[in-house]
């Protein structure tokens, strides 16, 4: 462990050249469920959704990532069996595990839960490591029930925001004159929507610590302001020759709905780039003789090798799972990627402020059941559904085994 490679311990540059993989793995897989359902809709090509989620990942990831981190995240083991030595060759294990399961994954494209994969693996190290005992099952069985609870919440609200968007405008006879008049709630609902998932998911790394009426009344601030824009963007609305009136209606929910999705990258790029940096940021802490029980600095140069890494991975990748979520589940259009989008953002916010361990991958994956479900079940298509939901299911257990061969290999390697 004490060998140096340009001054630097050989530890130190596994952990980062892991992380990176990670990160890359992450972009990949995670970061094109924010952008899939825009991808669908048309709301945007497949080059602009990528230059906008760059953008907003990297962004959240730099600017609103977290400067302290736990040793080992989530609470999934027992801290005070823990040593220096399991902790930084399972860490190193955990991310090598994470990062194979999601490249596998994203190869085939399926969408699964990054931080279920990590779970996964420090469960998996732990449980060798240390022994069954030592892992923190009654957490464990928190994340399995998110499986359940993240993509039925977000599908419950996404077919409700489809009925009511119907209701109100896509089913009227004027449907052009209806956005007109309910057009800048819906631009107000909307921003104050974004300016929870910011306050309460995208900026709580920064510990600004808004409490919930303040963050209410400056989302609802927020949106008051989006309902003006609104009502002047709507005015511009014209009907164009040969343009049926459905279609100008659609062009305003591209816009609700690419908004929606910025907000959600933005959130997760500043949140999940934990699951690429934080065992980083552990095994430094670790290696320069930390207590084991302390929390560990995050450092700019790790969010900037989290936040490069995801832009990486989706730039090369995350095609894949983008179409799979925008087009293999169902046929979307911006009204229903924007019902799917707004539901797997108020997902988020609900999920954030009562505590309830929930993926952005299931919500999404759910939200944009909710929508094709609003349409009769026959406009999924259930097999993609059935390859997704066995993926879900696998994730934890193969990642754990994937942890084990991998804790034993960098065990091996830093002893020799």
């Given amino acids: 462990m004490d060998t140096l490679i340009l001054g630097v311990p050989l530890v130190v540059c596994l952990a980062g050249a892991l992380a990176l993989y990670m990160a890359w793995s992450i972009g990949a897989n995670d970061v094109a469920n924010a952008m899939g359902t825009s991808v669908g809709s048309g709301a945007l090509t497949m080059r602009r959704a990528v230059i906008v989620a760059a953008v907003f990942e990297l962004s959240g990831a730099y600017l609103a990532g977290g400067h302290v981190t736990d040793t080992v995240r989530k609470g999934i083991l027992d801290l005070s069996l823990l040593n220096r030595d399991l902790v930084i060759a399972g860490m190193l294990g955990s991310l090598a595990s994470a990062a194979t399961l999601l490249l596998l994954a994203t190869r085939i494209g399926l969408p699964v839960s990054t931080t279920h994969s990590i779970v996964g693996a420090i469960v998996g190290f732990g449980a060798v490591g240390l022994g069954l005992e030592a892992v923190q099952w009654t957490k464990v069985m928190q994340i399995v029930m998110s499986w359940f609870t993240s993509p039925l919440l977000g599908g419950l609200l996404a077919f409700l925001i489809f009925r009511l968007v119907h209701r109100l405008i896509l089913d009227r006879s004027d449907p052009v004159a ?19 998932v910011t306050f309460f998911k995208g900026l709580k790394n920064l510990h600004l610590d808004l ?9 609802a601030t927020l949106g008051l302001m989006g309902a003006v824009v609104g009502h002047f963007f709507l005015r511009r609305v014209h009907m164009g020759e040969g343009e049926r009136p459905l279609q100008k209606v659609e062009r305003v929910f591209a816009v609700l709905q690419v908004l929606t999705a910025c907000a959600v990258a933005f959130a997760h790029g500043s949140n999940d780039v934990a699951n690429a940096i934080g065992p980083l940021a552990a095994i430094v802490h670790m290696s320069s003789g930390a207590d084991i029980m302390s929390k560990a600095p995050v450092e700019p140069w790790m969010l900037l090798i989290g936040g490069c890494g995801i832009v990486l991975g989706l730039t090369t990748w995350g095609y894949r799972v983008m179409e799979t979520v925008g087009k293999k589940i169902t046929e979307l259009t911006p009204s229903r ?16 402020r009562m505590g309830i361990p929930v993926s952005t991958t299931h919500i999404l994956v759910g939200s944009v059941l909710g929508v094709g479900l609003a349409r009769g079940i026959g406009a999924i298509d259930l097999r993609v559904v059935g390859s997704i939901m066995v993926s879900w299911l696998a994730t934890l257990p193969l990642a754990a085994a994937l942890s084990i061969f991998f804790y034993y290999f960098f065990k091996g390697l830093l002893a020799g």
Avoid: D, H, K, N
């Avoid at 008049?181 to 104050?192: A, E, K, L, N, Q």
């Avoid at 409490?211 to 989302?219: C, N, V």
């Fill in 178 to 196: 209806a956005a007109r008049r309910w057009g800048p709630w819906f631009f107000c609902f909307v921003i104050s929507v974004i300016g929870l």
């Fill in 211 to 219: 409490a919930l009426p303040q963050a209410l009344a400056a989302a």
């Fill in 337 to 352: 990627g924007f019902a799917a989008e707004l539901a797997a953002a108020l997902t988020i916010v609900l999920a954030s």
